[in-house]
């Protein structure tokens, strides 16, 4: 089994996905707005957050499996796990797969960060109960945390009419019927959880799946079930949508109806219980008698709260995207000085003045003026630039007077795959004179 931190020397920031790298900065400065981090340039953020390695005797340095993992794309990463991937797959019942997409199917990055929150927003948009919907993201993160990458099959959840099931390569690290409770897990892949824990997605407590059975008992469905297959080394979660066999008096499910679906409404119903005494009753505890499911609906009415929390949260990520520039271009100026520096020590990278058109300097005008350019006005001025030469990074970097890094992430590599760019060299990407052209189809019309 490879350890999620080893690193990998021969792959480096060209074989990441950078609008992943750029969604995961998103999440975290709004998670962490006065975080340290923000401010770093992307290879030392990747460094500080366990994607990116560095070999101490050697002076080496490359991604981490756990980078490659959340931040590469599908073709890079099978090869260095062939048996690398995912599916999302759905069903009414029959044969027929309603919908269904998988890592390799070329729509999207394949990496396992942009595979979660796809199925998050699915679950979001299929599921209206919060405590469910909560209850199978934390399902999938606890899958996607504890896989064993380098099996065989796959990871896969599937969802049924009737349940979901989540099944992954690699066998429990803790007996099986312990998982539920609240010891500390044993982690197959610390830096994964990492990352994923720095946004708030999980917890290193292994408690997981124990609030997912919490919820479950909740909604009055079967336990959770999890099976271990050792010939096939997989393990095999099923949630099932069916209620538990047991006598619930009317009275009983009138007040619970109630008091449920008044939370759900407005949540105004939960202030009276905030001054209660915790409950200290196991959740799933409903054979004892009325005051033990009282306790359980309050248990029930302070997790709606918490996930309507949670949720407005998610929805502020989603609407922070232009604040989020303006936190790159502030970071990537903080840098200015720093790099007109490495540019004077390394004459590799330095560019004559004399050698750039007149032409090409009034067209980077405006972005030499104003340090703060919507991104579209800086791709606008990219793509003119190379309708008049192909261009190499560094004289980008000149001409616009912004970092190499901050120019080629937040810009060239977007434009490279809307496929208004295109490299001079596509099949060397590190040659020592790549350069970035015009698209010849937008030449030509």
């Not at 120019?407 to 596509?426: C, F, I, M, S």
Request: glycine share 4%; proline share 4%.
């Amino acid at each position: 089994m490879l350890q999620d931190n080893l690193i990998l020397e021969h792959y480096g920031l060209n074989e990441l996905n950078f609008d992943t790298i750029k969604s995961y900065r998103d999440r975290f400065a709004e998670v962490k707005p006065a975080h340290p981090w923000n401010a770093l340039e992307t290879k030392e953020f990747l460094y500080k957050v366990g994607a990116w390695g560095k070999v101490r005797d050697t002076h080496k340095e490359g991604v981490t499996l756990a980078g490659l993992l959340l931040f590469s794309e599908e073709r890079i990463i099978t090869e260095v796990l062939p048996q690398y991937f995912l599916e999302y797959r759905e069903s009414k019942g029959d044969e027929e797969w309603t919908e269904r997409f998988t890592s390799q199917d070329g729509t999207w990055s394949g990496n396992i960060f942009d595979f979660y929150f796809h199925i998050h927003e699915i679950v979001r948009n299929n599921e209206p109960q919060p405590l469910i919907a909560s209850s199978l993201t934390e399902a999938l993160i606890n899958m996607l945390i504890h896989a064993d990458y380098n099996g065989e099959g796959g990871v896969i959840l599937e969802k049924q009419p009737s349940h979901y099931v989540f099944s992954n390569p690699g066998l429990l690290l803790v007996p099986t019927d312990s998982v539920f409770s609240n010891i500390v897990s044993q982690l197959r892949n610390p830096n994964i959880v990492k990352l994923f824990s720095l946004l708030g997605l999980c917890e290193r407590s292994g408690s997981g799946l124990k609030k997912v059975k919490q919820n479950w008992s909740l909604h009055h469905y079967k336990k959770p079930s999890i099976d271990q297959d050792v010939s096939m080394h997989r393990t095999v979660v099923k949630l099932s949508m069916s209620t538990q066999e047991r006598q619930v008096s009317s009275s009983e499910k009138d007040t619970y109806h109630t008091s449920a679906t008044d939370s759900g409404n407005n949540f105004k119903s939960v202030e009276k219980y905030q001054n209660l005494p915790e409950n200290n009753v196991e959740i799933d505890s409903y054979n004892k008698n009325g005051s033990s499911y009282n306790k359980d609906l309050l248990e029930e009415l302070n997790s709606y709260n918490n996930d309507i929390s949670s949720y407005n949260k998610e929805e502020n990520y989603y609407n922070s995207e232009l604040n989020s520039y303006n936190k790159d271009v502030n970071s990537y100026n903080s840098h200015q000085s720093s790099y007109n520096k490495e540019q004077e020590d390394d004459s590799s990278n330095s560019v004559n003045g004399e050698d750039i058109d007149t032409k090409l300097w009034d067209i980077a005008a405006l972005a030499r003026e104003k340090k703060r350019l919507s991104p579209n006005q800086m791709e606008h001025i990219i793509l003119e630039l190379c309708k008049e030469k192909p261009l190499m990074l560094k004289e980008f970097a000149y001409l616009l007077e912004r970092t190499p890094d901050g120019v080629r992430n937040n810009y060239l590599t977007k434009l490279l795959r809307k496929g208004q760019l295109q490299l001079k060299y596509p099949n060397q990407p590190n040659h020592p004179k790549q350069a970035y052209l015009f698209h010849k189809k937008d030449i030509e019309k």
